[in-house]
């Protein structure tokens, strides 16, 4: 079949899209490159042409230059969206981790819910409550020891460091608890507990026994029923060395008599221990509370510890504040001991998603530097932060200076880049609402939720649990609604320890929903610290201390919300002047008291009213940023700068 249509038309073809100085520019580029335009142009395709017809017509100006405009538009753009990830990656700040984001919550297992009626709360208890950390927002939660134990201390004296004690079930429940932590997004940190086991151990059986293997598991030294090896006292009073009968020498102890202190200059002991750690992070928990970490060596010389009072009579040296515990606690060693821990966690880390944490226990009170060794160093890792317990001495003396001298006790003592942390209650000391009284709660709970760093709150902090007076003891049972048992056990008459009595009034059910209690308001100041950027990545600056009050500031570069707290830690109402900080506006609104009715109330900078007890948030609108002038009084874990236009955060 003939085709239809000539090679060569005659006819003139419509001429090559252009756009200004086309032409020229073409045509030059064509005279160069010695091509002739005129004959492509005579080209017409028609079905069926050769492909060396089809190459010549599209040869054409009016298709060579766009194809190649195009081309060279592809590459640029794909050079600069790499030029623009690589750069965005460079600039952005490290996503905070889920130990940074959610505040830590402590739950002391015996106490909060019991499942099967026995009195004692368990781990099938705690499944049954997750809710309650959804309805917290609250990711993190701290479970003191349920390992199998004779309960001498209350599970920190460990009969068996791989199974779950009967009292709180079964293994099988723990497994299930932690999988249905983690399907809700929760992480579980184990408490971990190297220094001592029980003296029910297997390993101290044979230890006293003088098995070969397992003859050096423990710290042993010479003595008679009568006269021990040195001055040494426990952290529970008397004497930290306890004679045996078995193995005709004293044992240490650096607590109870029934929690002997594992040697751990013995290899195989850490070689011991850091099987337990590959044990419970293969199972998945997602962090470990290295329990007493300073007591974890002694010096080997076994010398007296010097007295604090050298006049009094040694037989009358029987507590922990007689001695300075030169040669029991902090011994040189100690970090490489954390740290080669820490070092056998790493491997699990890099598990997608699966970073594994540790916070180490150390009460080291005045001496501040020693806790600070536990953030390891820019090279070597060893805890996320030590737990910062300086907040739990602010009802002896509560006063705006004092919280201010607490907070910067760590503040100013934290390494460089370091992520702070504060604790306001744990198994061990006293509730808030007891030690500073009920008026304090709110405003330490608002002190707690607006600094830097992670919070730290003890099971029932959230509604302002007390002691329970008879005992002096701040570990009763959780207050879950104005049921039986504050809804603790609703099967039985019986708990461990007697139920508040105050819990008709002071319980989860009651105060979920009513503004202005304390729960309510614990998870307003816990959202807030979560969805806003100043109070995760924002500079923390001190604004004023008085006798009352205790004002700070949260702000972050290019964020036009900043926030200033106003805390009244005084016993009387304040008037505060902050009529000389010229970055605050004249006047300032009030987000958030602690006394719901000032919710919204508007103040002159120069008189801003607290009752005694009362903290504000105040939330203000400015770009002009208060640290650069006041670098002195400011701190910041990682300058982030924000970029408030687009909404990205970058590194500044
Ligand atoms: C920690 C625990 C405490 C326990 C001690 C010994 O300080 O918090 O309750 O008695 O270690 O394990
Ligand atoms: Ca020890």
Redesign the pocket.
Known sequence: VAPERTVLSLTPTAAPPSFPGFDELYKERQRLRGIDDSVYAQVEPYAGMPKEVLLLYSSQARYRVPREVLFWLTVCCTLALVAVTVAIIALSPPCLGWWQISPVYQVYPRSFKDSNGDGVGDLRGIKEKLDHFHSLNIKSIWI??FYRSPMK??G??VEDFRDVDPLFGTMEDFEELLAEMHKNGLKLIM?F?P??SSDRHRWFNLSRTRDPLYEDYYVWADCNATKKPNNWVS??GNSSWTYDEVRGQCYLH???KE?PDLNMRNPAVRKEIIDIIHFWLSKGVDGFRM??VK?MLEATHLRDEPQVDPNKPPEEVTTEWDLFHDYTTSQVGLHDILREFRAEMEPYSREPGKYRFMVT?S?DYEEVEKTMMYYGTPLVKESDFPFNFYLLDLPQNASGLWAKHLVDLWMSNMPRGKWPNWVVG???RSRIASSAGKMYVGVINMLLLTLPGTPTTYYGEEIGMENINITADQRSPMQWNSDMNAGFNNLTNITWLPVHPDYKSVNVEVQKDSEGSTMFQYNFLNSLRQAELPFLRGWFCYVQADANIFSYLRELDGHKEAYLMVLNFGKQSATTDLSSVRELPDQLKVLMSTNSTNNGKVFQKSGIQTAAGEGLVIRYSTYTRFHPSHSTECYVSEKACYLDTVGILYKC
Do not use: M, V
């Open positions: 003191s020891p201390d209350f920190y004296d408490d507990i220094n001592h952290i529970f650096q607590f109870l929690q329990d007493a007591h226990e009460y744990n198994h061990d």
